[in-house]
């Protein structure tokens, strides 16, 4: 029946697109009828976002009706591997251009030369890159004339949202029983869990930006209130959802923040700005300035962003006893090292703020470390003991040939199929299994803490030897 609604929904949106392209094939001709270059130039770009449209509701018809052929069959579990990886690429390059930019456009507001510039001019910039030489130049206001071909820097920030929320349902909401909902940290079913998923962003992005409005003419209230804002997501998400789900969600939190800064407030600023300088009236200075606070606020939640996107590698975070106080010590020491990094570029060094960041970096490392226990190893632990529980609680998954209903292939390439295979890679075992406690993934197989104790002592054995 979910899959009759979502080919029904489908067509629908597919039948709308090409209405609207039909209608604006129609407007173009009389456009040019006309002779109206303005309008030409209007439904030129609407027709580039409805083509757009059609080329992506094309590829997600195919990709349905593919489904469709291979649902509760052994390719099930390779097409959504595929549907990940996709998704996953294409989130990371738009992420890319989209971070790639706002450090770009925040290096060049730091660096402008304000000195002896003409009067319209809030400073200009020379730099050399690719073998060529440029000039930049930023005006206090705007031009005297717009000019046609403006470059609006907004769908790097649209795209990277709109495939990260798809990989978040592609991986989370499919899957919200594995990889969203661990029931030692709260029990609950999966539409609730999704229903709080997307509930949190909504709030989240309401209240941060009520605090933008009422609190940023006192930075220090602002800064304070927006580390406590921060603080209550990190611990909430830890208490809510699974280690990587809590961490993933910490990082959706800072991507929605970002995206809806420039839909909701950045660009609808800048238009207005563009409007008025084209009615030949000065634009209204306060679009510029919230703007500007947004965009520089954007450029802080970078570094937290990327870590959060690589975290899920790094199980000695998420699946920490104090994960949340990890997720914060992070996020505070890497947004510290980019606040070093732009007043580097303004040349108004700190001589405190680098240092701060990276000790605090450094003690989340150090708090992160493996707590070794050697009271529970008085008897020698045999291989045999080991593999037992691996072949019992492991092996589902991580084997040549996976019995597991979701992973057709062992994750990561990871097998403990042999004797030799858990020997190479008992490092590893020990980290997910000891220290972190994330594998078996979301625990499935039943792993008790006795057999955990087990493999722990066992590594520790084998390292003395």
Same mark, same amino acid.
């Given at each position: 029946?979910?899959?009759?609604?979502?080919l029904?929904?489908w067509?629908?949106?597919?039948?709308?697109?090409?209405?609207?392209?039909?209608?604006?094939?129609?407007?173009?001709e009389? =456009?040019?009828?006309?002779?109206?270059?303005?309008?030409?130039?209007k439904v030129a770009k609407?027709?580039?976002?409805a083509?757009?449209?059609?080329v992506?509701l094309?590829?997600?018809?195919?990709?349905i009706?593919y489904?469709?052929?291979?649902?509760n069959t052994?390719?099930?579990?390779?097409f959504?591997?595929?549907?990940n990886?996709?998704?996953r690429?294409?989130h990371?390059?738009?992420?890319i251009?989209?971070?790639?930019? #706002?450090f770009?456009?925040?290096?060049?507001?730091?660096?402008?030369n304000?000195?002896?510039?003409?009067?319209?001019?809030?400073?200009?910039?020379?730099?050399?890159?690719?073998?060529?030489?440029?000039?930049?130049?930023?005006?206090?206001?705007a031009?005297?004339?717009?000019?046609?071909?403006l470059?609006?820097?907004?769908?790097?920030?649209?795209?990277?949202?709109l !495939? *990260?929320?798809?990989l978040l349902?592609?991986?989370?909401?499919?899957n919200?029983?594995?990889?969203?909902i661990?029931?030692?940290?709260? #029990?609950?079913?999966?539409?609730?869990?999704?229903?709080?998923?997307?509930?949190?962003?909504?709030?989240?992005?309401?209240?941060?930006?009520?605090?933008?409005?009422?609190?940023?003419?006192?930075?220090?209230?602002?800064?304070?209130?927006m580390?406590?804002?921060?603080?209550?997501?990190?611990w909430?998400?830890?208490?809510?959802?699974?280690g990587r789900?809590?961490?993933?969600?910490?990082?959706?939190?800072?991507?929605?923040?970002? =995206?809806?800064?420039?839909?909701?407030?950045?660009?609808?600023?800048?238009?207005?700005?563009?409007?008025?300088?084209?009615?030949?009236?000065?634009?209204?200075?306060e679009? *510029?300035?919230?703007?500007?606070?947004? #965009?520089?606020?954007?450029?802080?939640? !970078?570094?937290p962003?990327l870590?959060?996107?690589i975290?899920?590698?790094?199980? #000695?975070?998420?699946?920490?006893t104090?994960?949340?106080l990890?997720?914060?010590?992070?996020t505070l020491?890497?947004?510290?090292?980019?606040?070093?990094?732009?007043?580097?570029?303004?040349?108004?060094?700190?001589?405190?703020?680098?240092?701060?960041?990276i000790?605090?970096?450094?003690?989340v490392a150090?708090? !992160?470390?493996?707590k070794?226990?050697?009271?529970?190893?008085?008897e020698?632990?045999?291989f045999e003991?080991?593999?037992?529980?691996?072949?019992?609680?492991?092996?589902?998954?991580?084997?040549?040939?996976?019995?597991?209903?979701?992973?057709?292939? =062992?994750?990561?390439?990871?097998?403990?199929d042999?004797?030799?295979q858990?020997?190479?890679?008992k490092?590893?075992?020990?980290?997910?299994v000891?220290?972190?406690?994330?594998?078996?993934?979301?625990?499935?197989?039943?792993m008790?803490q006795e057999?955990r104790?087990?493999?722990?002592?066992?590594?520790?054995?084998?390292?003395?030897?």
């Amino acid at each position: 029946m979910t899959g009759i609604i979502t080919l029904i929904c489908w067509l629908v949106a597919l039948l709308i697109t090409g209405k609207y392209t039909y209608t604006l094939y129609h407007r173009k001709e009389k =456009a040019i009828a006309n002779d109206d270059e303005k309008l030409q130039q209007k439904v030129a770009k609407q027709q580039n976002i409805a083509y757009t449209l059609i080329v992506s509701l094309s590829i997600l018809g195919a990709g349905i009706i593919y489904y469709f052929f291979v649902r509760n069959t052994v390719y099930e579990g390779h097409f959504f591997e595929w549907l990940n990886l996709i998704i996953r690429w294409m989130h990371i390059t738009f992420g890319i251009a989209w971070i790639g930019a #706002s450090f770009y456009f925040v290096f060049l507001e730091n660096a402008l030369n304000r000195q002896n510039v003409r009067d319209e001019l809030a400073g200009n910039l020379w730099a050399v890159h690719g073998g060529g030489f440029y000039y930049l130049e930023k005006y206090k206001i705007a031009p005297k004339e717009i000019p046609k071909n403006l470059h609006w820097f907004k769908y790097e920030a649209y795209f990277t949202w709109l !495939t *990260g929320f798809s990989l978040l349902t592609v991986v989370y909401y499919f899957n919200a029983t594995s990889y969203l909902i661990d029931p030692e940290v709260l #029990s609950m079913q999966p539409i609730t869990a999704i229903a709080i998923s997307i509930g949190s962003l909504i709030i989240g992005w309401i209240i941060y930006d009520v605090m933008c409005k009422k609190l940023i003419s006192n930075k220090w209230v602002f800064i304070i209130a927006m580390t406590i804002f921060l603080i209550f997501f990190a611990w909430f998400y830890a208490h809510v959802f699974s280690g990587r789900a809590a961490y993933l969600h910490f990082g959706a939190l800072l991507g929605t923040l970002m =995206a809806a800064n420039v839909f909701f407030v950045i660009i609808p600023g800048q238009k207005r700005m563009v409007a008025a300088a084209k009615k030949g009236l000065p634009p209204n200075p306060e679009d *510029g300035k919230a703007a500007f606070i947004r #965009s520089y606020s954007n450029n802080y939640f !970078t570094l937290p962003v990327l870590f959060v996107m690589i975290s899920n590698h790094f199980p #000695s975070t998420f699946g920490n006893t104090y994960q949340w106080l990890v997720l914060i010590g992070i996020t505070l020491g890497s947004a510290g090292i980019k606040h070093y990094l732009n007043l580097r570029e303004k040349e108004e060094l700190s001589v405190w703020v680098l240092p701060i960041s990276i000790l605090l970096l450094l003690a989340v490392a150090l708090v !992160t470390a493996p707590k070794i226990s050697t009271e529970k190893c008085a008897e020698e632990v045999t291989f045999e003991q080991v593999n037992a529980i691996i072949q019992k609680r492991c092996i589902v998954c991580h084997s040549a040939t996976p019995a597991d209903a979701v992973w057709k292939v =062992a994750p990561n390439g990871v097998k403990y199929d042999t004797k030799e295979q858990i020997f190479s890679l008992k490092d590893k075992i020990f980290q997910r299994v000891v220290v972190s406690k994330n594998m078996p993934f979301a625990n499935q197989t039943g792993m008790t803490q006795e057999e955990r104790d087990v493999i722990a002592c066992w590594v520790q054995q084998q390292a003395i030897e």
